[in-house]
Nanobody, 121 residues
Framework: QVQLVESGGGLVQAGGSLRLSCAVS????????MGWYRQAPGKQRELVAL???????NYTDSVKGRFTISRDNAKNTVRLQMNSLKPEDTAVYYC???????????????WGQGTQVTVSS
């Protein structure tokens, strides 16, 4: 069974940094897009950053210049380096991966359980 396990969330002061990691485990044939989403209380889930297997990274405007997404294909992991954190970054952050478990299977999306990021002012 494919699982996405996140780590690195926590409490940090404004201006500080956190690094989120997500490890994809299970029998996997290939991973296409990996990304991070977040959801603040009372708001819809929003895209934070994407990193396709062979394309350019993509960020929502509010995090450009502060967040960096990267991936390690050998380890099936994706990382989100978050610098200059602001209170408005406070949210549950979710890892996402579009993958297929076998060459004969279609790609579809898997989600992590979410990790809380809280930025104090």
């Amino acid at each position: 069974q494919v699982q996405l396990v996140e780590s690195g969330g926590g409490l940090v002061q404004a201006g500080g940094s956190l690094r989120l990691s997500c490890a994809v485990s299970g029998s996997i044939f290939s991973i296409n897009v990996m990304g991070w989403y977040r959801q603040a209380p009372g708001k819809q889930r929003e895209l934070v950053a994407l990193i396709p297997s062979g394309g350019s990274t993509n960020y929502t405007d509010s995090v450009k210049g502060r967040f960096t997404i990267s991936r390690d294909n050998a380890k099936n992991t994706v990382r989100l380096q978050m610098n200059s954190l602001k209170p408005e970054d406070t949210a549950v952050y979710y890892c996402n991966a579009v993958l297929r478990v076998d060459v004969h299977d279609p790609y579809h999306a898997y989600w992590g359980q979410g990790t809380q990021v809280t930025v104090s002012s």
